[in-house]
């Protein structure tokens, strides 16, 4: 069985709490269960971390690539949080690497402040979501699941 390896970055650990008009009212523990049931219905191991520093989140997406080499990861589905519109490092990280990134937003960011809506992560993501509240990372993981099944 495969595993999904979902990355929280900054300020993630705060959900449930943090501006609930826009990230809703669910923790980050909700939403590893969340997780975790939709990788079991997708047959999938899960991998669920959160970091507020971008160099923990630079060497996770380090080993996802050695893991997705070997053929036992399926993917990593990336909420970078704000570092999702400052950081080359984890831009060169997914392009270094390799892995199939899946880029998550639990909020539409084109709906928000302009300074969200550029993204140095979307260029060597594989696909992009936002907008879909948290249920955004249950999609995240049936679409890499379709992606394994049909080989995109
Ligand atoms: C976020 C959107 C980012 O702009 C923000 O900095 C976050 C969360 C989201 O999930 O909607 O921390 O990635």
């Given at each position: 069985?495969?595993?999904?390896?979902?990355?929280?970055?900054?300020?993630?650990?705060?959900?449930?709490?943090?501006?609930?008009?826009?990230?809703?009212?669910?923790?980050?523990?909700?939403?590893?269960?969340?997780?975790?049931?939709?990788?079991?219905?997708?047959g999938f191991d899960l991998d669920f971390?959160?970091?507020?520093?971008?160099?923990?989140?630079?060497?996770?997406?380090?080993?996802?690539?050695?893991?997705?080499?070997?053929?036992?990861?399926?993917?990593?589905?990336?909420?970078?949080?704000?570092?999702?519109?400052?950081?080359?490092?984890?831009?060169?990280?997914?392009?270094?690497?390799?892995?199939?990134?899946?880029?998550?937003?639990?909020?539409?960011?084109?709906?928000?402040?302009?300074f969200r809506h550029h993204s140095y992560?979307?260029?060597?993501?594989?696909?992009?979501?936002?907008?879909?509240?948290?249920?955004?990372?249950?999609?995240?993981?049936?679409?890499?699941?379709a992606m394994q099944t049909k080989g995109?």
């Open positions: 069985m495969k595993t999904i390896l979902v990355l929280n970055g900054p300020n993630l650990n705060l959900l449930g709490t943090r501006e609930p008009q826009v990230y809703g009212s669910q923790n980050l523990a909700d939403v590893q269960a969340l997780c975790d049931g939709a990788c079991d219905a997708n971390r959160q970091s507020n520093h971008e160099g923990e989140l630079v060497d996770w997406i380090h080993e996802a690539g050695r893991l997705h080499a070997d053929g036992t990861l399926a993917g990593v589905i990336l909420n970078a949080g704000a570092y999702t519109h400052t950081s080359v490092a984890l831009h060169d990280a997914i392009k270094g690497t390799g892995v199939t990134l899946i880029e998550l937003h639990i909020s539409n960011v084109f709906a928000r402040e302009a992560i979307s260029p060597v993501a594989k696909a992009v979501m936002c907008g879909f509240g948290v249920n955004g990372y249950a999609l995240a993981i049936a679409a890499l699941a995109a």
